[in-house]
């Protein structure tokens, strides 16, 4: 790649942006293989991989089985045999089958072998939330995996970080789940080519002083929008968005407690034991001097994700959500 090519901008979707950093490390080089269902002339279900089988072949584009279990073990096989693996997962819902590949063995092989053995694979996960999928389609389980010990976990909201952090991603040694919101697919970003994203590494995507909003993923632009409005009452709100939750930025999200002292958390998947829970908890212990008011949370109700529009819109949080939460924070909130 040119010096010009490594500076060069780009307004790419966050699936091109997805896409580009998968081309550009299967023309490096280095052995990689990717593997999925349906990646390979079909493009992938969200037409992630479209243009890369045609371009690379059935040497780094394959097609697997109907079987997550199968596919993430023969990702796990080519790691540790030198070989780098990238494993699509067609519904994050459909994690669950392949659960004993990834949290007993990829997650652990290094720890078994006395760090003889190196695991670096990729399992993109995309979440099809609030698009009527029902509910053993639309489920965000990223909370699962930042309770593994062994796996990083991103959590990419735009087109730029997307492509950043994928770049991370295909050159750490460790497995990596690398969440895609498919809410986020079309969407439009000005992305820098050649720049890598380092992993535990927050975005203050909006500096405030009233209160912080720590959101995930597709969470981001409610919180975006959810600040304007406040912005339009006075209210300075402070939006961080975290890039990975394994590892977490808590010196960002601490630092910005201690400027506004109040705090809410936001993301897609469901409250009780979700990723806002770990964050609050953490606040609790290294920030509690900081705290004006107690965290909130915001997050989806505890109920499985339904087909019907109305019902999802009832189901998810939003940008009101987070303004109701903002009013708590600080007091606002009206008498019901």
């Not at 023309?27 to 002339?41: K, N, V, Y």
Request: with cysteine.
């Amino acid at each position: 790649m040119s010096a010009e090519t490594e500076t060069q901008a780009l307004e790419l979707t966050f699936a091109a942006a997805v896409n580009r950093a998968l081309d550009e490390a299967f023309a490096s080089g280095e052995p990689i293989i990717h593997l999925g269902q349906d990646i390979g002339p079909h493009g992938g279900t969200f037409a992630v991989t479209r243009g890369l089988w045609e371009k690379y072949g059935d040497e780094v584009i394959r097609d697997g089985p109907l079987c997550e279990s199968a596919t993430v073990g023969f990702g796990i096989g080519l790691a540790i045999s030198g070989v780098r693996a990238v494993v699509e997962i067609e519904f994050f819902d459909f994690v669950g089958v392949a659960m004993d590949q990834i949290f007993n063995q990829g997650a652990k092989l290094h720890y078994f072998s006395g760090g003889k053995l190196e695991v670096p694979l990729v399992i993109r996960a995309p979440i099809v939330a609030r698009m009527g999928m029902g509910p053993q389609h639309s489920q965000s389980l990223e909370a699962w995996f930042m309770h593994i010990p062994g796996i990083k976990v991103a959590m990419p909201s735009n087109a730029a970080d997307a492509y950043g952090l994928m770049r991370s991603a295909l050159r750490d040694r460790d497995p990596v789940l690398f969440v895609e919101n498919v809410r986020l697919y079309g969407r439009r970003a000005p992305v820098e080519l050649g720049q890598s994203i380092p992993f535990g590494k927050a975005r203050i995507a909006r500096e405030g002083t009233d209160a912080t909003v720590v959101a995930l993923s597709a969470m981001v632009d409610e919180a975006l929008a959810a600040a304007d409005a406040l912005a339009e009452r006075g209210i300075s709100v402070e939006v961080i968005d975290p890039r990975t939750i394994a590892p977490l930025d808590m010196e960002a999200i601490l630092t910005s407690l201690e400027k506004t002292t109040r705090l809410a958390v936001c993301h897609d998947s469901h409250k009780t034991c979700g990723v806002g829970a770990e964050i609050a908890a953490r606040c609790m212990e290294e920030g509690f001097d900081y705290l004006d008011a107690p965290v909130e949370r915001v997050a989806a109700l505890d109920v499985p994700i339904p087909c019907a529009p109305a019902a999802i819109e009832a189901v998810y949080p939003g940008a009101a959500s987070i303004v109701a939460a903002a009013e708590r924070l600080l007091g606002l909130a009206r008498a019901a």
